[in-house]
């Protein structure tokens, strides 16, 4: 997995008075969580993810390029649109996620802190003699996070712009995108109108002077990390492992197109959506409110005394309180009388299916006999 730490430099909204700034060099907060997460919602209030990685591909064949090796439909991808795509092993194992824009002249991939030098390494190695430019430009470019279906005004003269379309990827997390598959009949996704533009990192001091003079307001990431997980959102960094799978994720609403050709890892993503299950699920967890111990990444869940999955994220929401995303086996009861164990507290947890067991299997082929097999009789 990747390392959580960035290699952009300081920034200046890291700088400012009210500051708390956590181990990836952003600002976990500015104040008081609750108001930012309730000013983010509104669309007044931005935030500081310029610790994340930005890579440009140029050259007139990156779009078919990139088609064949990731997950999502790509190669028809129009001017100014949003997807979203994952890097899968040859088993099918997540290896990167991206936020994917295009401008006419680039495609601009936005990834999770400490993965651009990576991926940007892996998709040199497999250029060959493509048509294709690839540049890791997180030491020059920033990205800020917002709620917001147009720029915001603040925003709007500093958001990179060569080609007369902005570089704003439009999270497609509200809807199932062409091709892909939703578990849950009742989201709460469908108003989910996030957002992240990318600005040229000297444009930071400016968004910096403009908080100082009382124009912008910012929120910190742990006010996102609350809303991303009450809506169900997940994110390799914190979500993923060696073993995941698209499946366990919900991810194929919004990353991964069922019916389009072949690339690295799509037998397996077939395999389990037609014939079996995915071994793990995705789950929102509601914990109980009187714990004052906000549980940590890894704390295990418990159905009675069996370890049935862990914490991949959790905060504290300021209308639905204490929740958390877990990953859980897959045949762990929808009913079971869950718990989490942190800090050498025990926190009761009510159980929302994101991922039903159930999950996969779509063709409905009827399993046929084993060769030899003898057939008793009733």
Known sequence: MADASSSASSSPLAE?????????????????????????????????????????????????????????????????????????????????????????????????EGRAPALTAWLIKMRFMKQVEIVDRSEELATIGYFADSIPEPLQPLVLNHTGTPVVWQDTWN????????????????????????????????????????????????????????????????????????????????????????????????????LGHPPRRLVFLSLDGVAEVLPETGDPVMDGENEVGHITAAARHYEEGMVALAILKRNTSVDAMLSVHSQGEVIPATQVVIVPPEAGRTANVPRLPRLGAVKRES
């Not at 907060?29 to 509104?42: D, P, V």
């Not at 935030?47 to 790509?74: A, F, K, M, Y």
């Not at 124009?215 to 993923?240: F, K, M, N």
Request: hydrophobic share 40%.
């Open 175 to 274: 809807q199932v995108s062409e091709g892909g598959w939703q578990y849950s009949a009742d989201h709460p996704a469908s108003h989910w109108n996030y957002a992240e533009a990318v600005l040229p990192r000297e444009a930071l001091t400016t968004l910096a002077q403009a908080v100082a003079a009382g124009d912008v307001i910012l929120a910190g990431t742990d006010a996102l990390e609350a809303l991303r997980i009450a809506a169900w959102r997940p994110r390799i960094t914190t979500e993923a492992d060696e073993n995941a799978l698209p499946h366990e994720f919900d991810w194929l609403r919004s990353a991964v197109h069922l019916n389009k050709g072949c690339y690295r890892g799509q037998e397996t993503v077939a395999k389990v959506h037609n």
């Open 16 to 112: 400012l008075p009210a500051a708390i700034v956590g181990s990836t060099g952003v600002a976990r907060a500015y104040g008081n969580t609750f108001s930012e997460q309730r000013a983010l919602t509104a669309g007044t209030a931005l935030v500081d993810l310029s610790h994340r990685g930005v890579i440009q591909l140029s050259g007139p064949e990156r779009l078919s390029w990139l088609d064949s090796l990731l997950s999502q439909r790509l190669d028809s991808l129009k001017v100014g649109q949003s997807s979203e795509a994952l890097l899968l092993d040859p088993h099918g194992h997540l290896q990167h996620a991206m936020r994917i824009l295009e401008d006419g002249e680039n495609t601009w991939l936005l990834v999770d």
